[in-house]
């Protein structure tokens, strides 16, 4: 008998059971490049700019967290995300830090299991209407439809207002800023509604801006902020002293153009030196080198001057600081101490 | 005489397991096995350290949890206070109704296409392949969003029928109106409605009309006893043709049947055509049909069509040219031989590829929040993961609801499919 060798040969795929894991500080500085979720394009928030250059707001906020753990602005991967989208993408591991005009609700911090590290924008839900419609105010949008952006908070703002008014509407479900504005402007929809943050920086983009007005109700709290998983606390203070440092180095008086003079020695201000890592140990309290701060401040400057550059009043966008001003100007912005 | 003996059996190697043809086969099959069961295991034990890593846990107890969002289009009554629960049924609702839709259409035009892809008529039959090739090759969601844009921009929207000198106007006698939010059709209301919760009158010094389902179900109901009676009248007629050879005319008996009764009721609950009109932001009253839903509607059709086009195409070449040559010396004409005896021979081969069309269909209709048309995928798949973070959750009952469509459908056109498919002795 004719022995014949068995040569079949079984390639088994491994299941690589790749479990998300608790240390992102580690994976990031492993990597080397910061994942940061953003929205999917929306001006002076976060958009690529001509030359494909992520700019905005939100940006710049992913941008001082990779130069605080990596020392360089440059190295993060933007993510798009929708509305719809986000929240997978972050619970998932895809991106460590989602910074995309995201309100700070209860359930989103407990039920969804994530950390929102501060607030980077105090904001309220708007209507955008065309001025030719003569509208007023919100309460006259009986009937109206309305392009609302799904998955959202103001969706379901968007519900209670009208319930409680006791009035009616047709919402228009759409997924991105993009969309909606597509549709608002070919008339799919009378209204549109988001932030007003959103709807500024909207209508801004819009060829003749002055044709649409925005209603003089804002019917919501919207504090906006960025977010991480829950459970990793060392990677979640990072993030949410980083943006303390940016509104601090306001505070301080520290800019992008005297961050370099004021690291080189120690100032007069104790704080100013903690800091920018000349005096104390506050760098290596959370897991960085001690110009952690610097690099931040370094990257797009500090909160004033990234809110100035990107949707203040002289941008398109013209923004007034409002409740977004410090705390000494009759703001909400109030970082804890760096001691 | 030598007693027969067995041959020595030989005693059972391990080797043999891998190297004996009758082992080898088993082997393999329980390795599989392994291996599938390994992978599954993986899977979701996986699954569930990642879930407790991230503290979350298995649940589908938000399916009671108030909603909070609005839908658009609601087949069953839905409020934003009602559940999460309520809220997928809703989205369940419109992916039937656009799956049903869909495919009636589709195979109408993918009959139609298949048969005229076949025509002597050169013009037709070349046009016929540039659809059918122009939807098979570019991809679904492209003619969606492009169906969708060309309807919301290129019509006029409900602003634009307004003021002294309106720059649109309602078509039929001011009765239709084509706006890019969605169409607007006159509706029928009664003014005598069985459930007239939600009697309002159309317009200022109008008779208030409602349209309750307890009307429509006395009108079908009754409209079902008619067609029944004609059934009877018909069968009298065939048995009376068997007997004497001369059937009874009976046209006028069964045209008086279909509608003297169903007409009778409708003047009972004073059945009028509610037209819409503009009021407010948009046109009210009448039947609306979103543009969401047309376009998503327009491009499933057309977009399947052309698959069943050619899944008709190949049946109907199927059939060897000596039918119709037959056909022909018998004296038919073109039209019948076609529909008596070319289709239902091709049909044996269209059905169980149409059965995949049918699925297909139903499934790509997933796509419809691109167009912000809400089905399934985008309250319950969408939304409501979005609202409560259950992704793991939603996407099962997803997919479970999916399965279980597709699994009726085929199963529906399986026992279609044995009814026509042929019978061999």
């Known amino acids: 008998m004719n022995k014949t060798v068995f040569l079949g040969a079984l390639t088994v795929a491994g299941l690589v059971a790749a479990s998300a894991s608790a240390a992102t500080l580690d994976d990031v500085k492993e990597r080397g490049t910061l994942n940061c979720g953003v929205v999917t394009g929306l001006a002076g928030f976060g958009a690529p700019d001509a030359n494909g250059v992520w700019t905005g707001f939100d940006v710049a906020m992913c941008r001082a967290v990779a130069a605080a753990v990596l020392g360089d602005k440059d190295a993060v991967e933007f993510v798009p995300t929708t509305g719809q989208t986000r929240f997978t993408a972050l619970a998932s591991g895809e991106i460590d830090l989602l910074a995309r005009n995201t309100t700070w609700t209860f359930s989103r911090d407990t039920d969804l299991k994530f950390d929102f590290i501060g607030v980077n924008y105090y904001d309220g839900q708007g209507f955008l209407i065309p001025k030719e419609l003569g509208v007023a105010s919100a309460k006259d949008l009986d009937g109206a439809t309305v392009c609302i952006q799904t998955g959202t908070t103001t969706e379901l703002n968007l519900a209670d207002f009208f319930r409680i008014n006791n009035i009616s509407y047709e919402p228009v479900p759409i997924e991105t800023n993009a969309e909606g504005q597509q549709q608002y402007l070919a008339g799919a929809c009378d209204v549109y509604t988001t932030d007003a943050s959103g709807l500024a920086a909207t209508r801004a983009t819009f060829e003749a801006p002055g044709d649409h007005v925005l209603l003089p109700e804002i019917i919501s709290k919207e504090p906006l902020g960025p977010l991480v998983r829950h459970g990793d606390s060392e990677w979640a203070d990072i993030a949410r002293w980083t943006l303390n440092a940016l509104i601090s180095a306001e505070e301080l008086g520290i800019s992008s153009s005297n961050v370099a003079e004021l690291s080189a020695a120690p100032t007069d201000n104790p704080e100013v030196n903690r800091l920018l890592g000349t005096e104390g140990e506050l760098g290596a309290m959370i897991g960085l080198d001690a110009g952690w701060a610097v690099a931040a401040i370094s990257a797009g400057g500090n909160y004033g001057e990234i809110f100035e550059k990107n949707i203040g009043e002289n941008t398109p966008i013209g923004l007034a600081r409002g409740l977004n001003a410090q705390w000494t100007d009759g703001g909400l912005l109030y970082s804890p101490p760096f001691r | ?425």
């Open chain 2, 1 to 425: 005489m030598s007693a027969m003996t067995d041959p020595p059996k030989p005693a059972f190697r391990l080797s043999q397991l891998i190297y004996d043809t009758r082992y080898r086969s088993i082997t393999i099959q329980v390795v599989a096995f392994a291996l599938i069961a390994y992978g599954i295991w993986a899977l979701v034990s996986n699954t569930i350290g990642n879930l407790a890593d991230l503290g979350k846990d298995f649940d589908f107890g938000f399916l009671g949890q108030s909603a909070g969002y609005d839908i658009n289009q609601m087949l069953i009554p839905y409020d934003n206070q009602d559940t999460h629960g309520r809220a997928a049924l809703v989205g369940i609702a419109n992916t039937l109704l656009v799956a049903v839709m869909g495919c009636v259409t589709a195979l109408v035009i993918g009959v139609l296409a298949g048969v005229a892809r076949l025509s002597k008529n050169w013009v037709v039959a070349k046009l016929m392949a540039v659809y059918v090739e122009g939807f098979r090759n570019i991809p679904l969601l492209l003619w969606i969003l492009l169906i969708h844009a060309v309807v919301s921009e290129a019509l006029p929207q409900p602003n634009a029928f307004r003021g002294a000198d309106p720059s649109a106007s309602m078509l039929l006698g001011d009765s239709v109106a084509l706006t890019g939010r969605g169409f607007y059709f006159p509706r029928i209301g009664f003014t005598n409605s069985l459930s007239g919760t939600e009697a309002v009158a159309p317009r200022e010094g109008y008779t208030a009309v409602a349209s309750g389902g307890m009307d429509w179900l006395v009108i079908l109901g009754v409209l079902a006893v008619s067609l029944v009676g004609i059934k009877l009248i018909r069968n009298r007629a065939s048995r009376i043709q068997e007997s004497t050879g001369v059937r009874p005319t009976t046209w006028y008996t069964q045209l008086g049947l279909l509608i003297i009764p169903t007409g009778i009721v409708l003047t009972v609950l004073g059945a009028t055509i509610v037209t819409p009109y503009l009021k407010g932001f948009n046109f009210t009253e009448g039947m609306f049909l979103r543009s969401a839903l047309v376009s998503l509607w327009v491009a499933l059709s057309l977009y399947t069509g052309a698959f069943i086009a050619e899944t008709v195409r190949a049946g109907i070449l199927s059939v060897s040219k000596g039918q119709s040559e037959a056909a022909a010396a018998l004296g038919m004409q073109p039209g019948r031989t076609m529909s008596l005896v070319i289709l239902p021979q091709a049909m044996r081969v269209i059905i169980p590829p149409l059965i995949s069309q049918f699925l297909n269909l139903t499934k790509n209709s997933s796509l419809a929040l691109a167009v912000g048309y809400m089905d399934v995928r985008a309250t319950l798949g969408g939304i409501t993961i979005a609202q409560t973070g259950r992704e793991l959750e939603g996407m099962l009952l997803l997919g479970a609801f999916y399965l279980t469509l597709s699994l009726v459908i085929s199963g529906a056109m399986n026992i279609y499919n044995n009814s026509t498919k042929l019978m061999e002795r």
